[in-house]
């Protein structure tokens, strides 16, 4: 009978227990503490990104994107 309260209350203490850890952390971030910084950078690192394909074609068009901009500023200035 013990351990099945014990089984029963768990999920909701794991629930808990991210839930406070969830609010320090938009404390910190709203503060911009390190911390706060530093977790979503190793949560980002160890999560895995379903559409990496995707994500890398759509950084690589935006990159040409911006080329064509400055190649179109540098023709108006050189033309003037």
Excluded: H, Y
């Amino acid at each position: 009978m013990e351990n099945l309260f014990f089984i029963i209350l768990a999920p909701w203490l794991v629930f808990v227990v991210l839930a406070i850890i969830a609010c320090w952390l938009l404390k910190f971030a709203r503060k911009r503490k390190g911390i706060a910084i530093a977790f979503g950078i190793f949560v980002q690192m160890f999560s895995p990104d379903p559409m990496v394909e995707q994500t890398i074609k759509m950084v690589q068009v935006d990159k040409q994107v911006i080329k064509q901009k400055q190649k179109e500023k540098e023709k108006e200035v050189a033309s003037k």
